[in-house]
């Protein structure tokens, strides 16, 4: 089945815009937005709204319409986590009866990245849209050192409380940092022989299963991802590792 965007009317290929420019607001910054929607490939090109940002800067909306479109029968995705997602009371009952023990998990955001509340929806007590966090799990040693946490720090404290799994948030993704900061995390991890001492766990804004697995990570987790899926990933790596 071929889809594209639409925006009146089913299949009309409709693609809403909106961008800034290096340039003043006004007719000629005006018919630059719309030479460059049409240089992407964009036709029937219409800049609907513009402002000035500050001296010399400018936004723009535009709409164009495409022909393009995606086979939607051959797209693959690559989630951590398959169809069965356990609940926290299904997730509590499996640790207890087949791994025995409560597992430790301690997660922050790391390096220069501030937002908190991502990992906080994973791992606080009250969790996230009606999704309790891994506080919650009684059988869940959950600890959350939040924010602007040097990646040598986390390192240390996983080994101190003999974590299970490390959760790393990264929500900056400006410059690429968080390429950046993931790697040097895996980097630190094998230069000390750890990184297989550990189930490690990416999450934020614009990270995917699949990137993670790039960086070297275990698993990934993205924007609706709940403390659900995050246990149910451990629980499932740590029967895998145990056969
Ligand atoms: C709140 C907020 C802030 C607050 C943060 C407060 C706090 N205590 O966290 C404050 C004001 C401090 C802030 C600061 C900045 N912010 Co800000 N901020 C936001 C905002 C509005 C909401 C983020 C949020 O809380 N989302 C809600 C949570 C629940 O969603 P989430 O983080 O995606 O988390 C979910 C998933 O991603 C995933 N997840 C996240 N982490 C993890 C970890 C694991 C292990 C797992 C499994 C899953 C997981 O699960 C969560 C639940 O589903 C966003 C814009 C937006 N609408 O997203 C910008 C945004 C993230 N900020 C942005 C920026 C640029 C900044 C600043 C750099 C601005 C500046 N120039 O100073 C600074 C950063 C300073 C720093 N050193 O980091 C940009 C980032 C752009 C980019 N691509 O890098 C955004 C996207 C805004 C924008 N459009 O420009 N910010």
Redesign the pocket.
């Known amino acids: 089945m071929i889809i594209r965007p639409y925006g009146d009317t089913l299949d009309d290929g409709a693609v809403q815009f909106s961008f800034t420019l290096p340039v003043p607001e006004g007719p000629r910054g005006r018919e630059a937005a719309r030479l460059f929607v049409e240089k992407l490939g964009f036709r029937h090109v219409d800049v609907v709204h513009s402002s000035a940002l500050a001296n010399g800067f400018s936004m723009y909306v535009a709409y164009g319409k495409t022909e393009l479109g995606i086979d939607y029968d051959t797209i693959q995705i690559e989630d951590a986590v398959g169809e069965k997602v356990y609940t926290m009371a299904e997730a509590c009952e499996v640790i207890q009866t087949r791994i025995g023990r409560k597992l430790v998990v301690v997660?922050a955001c790391t390096g220069?990245?501030?937002?908190?509340?991502?990992?906080d929806?994973?791992m606080n007590m009250k969790g996230?849209n009606h999704h309790y966090g891994l506080e919650r799990y009684g059988q869940i040693e959950a600890h959350n050192l939040g924010?602007?946490v040097p990646n040598e720090k986390l390192i240390d404290y996983a080994v101190k409380v003999n974590a299970d799994a490390i959760?790393?948030?990264q929500?900056?993704?400006?410059k690429d940092v968080h390429l950046q900061n993931l790697t040097e995390f895996i980097e630190l991890l094998q230069a000390r022989g750890l990184r297989e001492r550990f189930i490690l766990?990416?999450?934020?804004?614009?990270i995917g299963n699949k990137l993670a697995v790039e960086l070297g990570f275990d698993g990934g987790?993205?924007?609706?991802?709940?403390a659900d899926h995050?246990a149910t990933f451990i629980i499932d790596r740590m029967l895998e590792k145990r056969g």
């Not at 220069?112 to 990992?119: L, R, S």
């Not at 987790?221 to 709940?226: A, I, T, V």
């Open positions: 997660g220069f990245d501030a937002h908190t509340v991502g990992i929806a994973i996230y924010a602007q959760l790393v948030s929500i900056v993704t400006q766990i990416a999450g934020g804004t614009r987790f993205g924007k609706g991802s709940y995050v």
